[in-house]
């Protein structure tokens, strides 16, 4: 049965697959000056005007691949829970291998951090671990990865990716399939960990023999970050006109693994 599950969701998620093309083939984006660092910028927010109040900063040291691996949810967390290692770690899958999606391979550009967490959970910045998981509970299955940050790095994908979701509505990739991911629509911010989006879009994804007719899925995300990890859930439906929710249980239940810094054994 499981590997059923598995068959039927490598099918579905078209935009994980994009993902293993993703590893090795992006580059680290550079450091530089944050907004606080920048001169006068200690002046201009106690002058600023009351706003969205600013995400927390990363507190605890980032975790290590060994650490992540150990701060993955299981049954001790919640009961009834089923997760599945997904790949091997080798051919660009699995374990320890998210890495950037090339800003080039988004049409456009601009949708580009959307594009990256929509691929197996990758963003522009150089991840220090992750971890790739498929998760089956009483509310249906969903995959996600765990994705360590340096903790600059890790406020900076949240940042890009929750403002290219206020102008991205479509864009395109090209491998390893011709897929369009159509009308990207917000669907609020998740209460977990620090801070977080959600989203919803279609995807539409041609065989690889361009013989049969193009799979439509309809799959929902949510991104969040816990200090210096970033967790993308998502969970999809070959039903192009149903929503499929990620499992509020799941998120909770992770989140919580993730501000406590992991399993102890």
Not at 77 to 87: C, Y
């Amino acid at each position: 049965m499981k590997n059923v599950v598995i068959r039927r969701w490598a099918v579905g998620a078209a935009g994980m697959v994009l993902g293993l093309g993703a590893v090795g083939c992006g580059a680290e984006k550079g450091g530089g000056s944050t907004a606080v660092d920048a001169p006068g910028a200690e002046i201009a927010a106690r002058t600023a005007p009351a706003t969205t109040p600013t995400p927390k900063r990363p507190a605890q040291r980032p975790l290590t691949q060994d650490q992540l691996e150990r701060a993955v949810v299981d049954k001790r967390d919640l009961p009834g829970l089923e997760v599945t290692r997904l790949g091997s770690g080798t051919d660009g899958f699995g374990d320890g291998t998210v890495s950037a999606l090339p800003a080039e391979a988004t049409r456009p550009a601009s949708c580009a951090p959307v594009g990256s967490a929509v691929s197996g959970g990758a963003s522009s910045y150089a991840p220090l671990g992750s971890v790739t998981r498929m998760a089956q509970t009483k509310s249906g299955t969903s995959t996600f990865q765990l994705v360590s940050y340096r903790a600059a790095d890790a406020v900076r994908v949240m940042d890009e990716l929750r403002s290219a979701l206020a102008t991205c509505s479509t864009y395109t990739v090209k491998w390893p399939t011709d897929t369009t991911f159509e009308d990207l629509r917000s669907a609020g911010d998740p209460p977990q960990g620090d801070e977080g989006v959600s989203f919803r879009l279609d995807v539409v994804a041609s065989s690889p023999g361009g013989d049969d007719d193009p799979v439509r899925t309809l799959q929902s995300f949510q991104v969040i970050r816990s200090g210096s990890t970033v967790a993308v859930f998502s969970a999809f439906d070959t039903d192009a006109h149903k929503v499929k929710q990620v499992p509020a249980a799941l998120v909770t239940a992770q989140m919580k693994v993730l501000g406590t810094g992991g399993h102890r054994s």
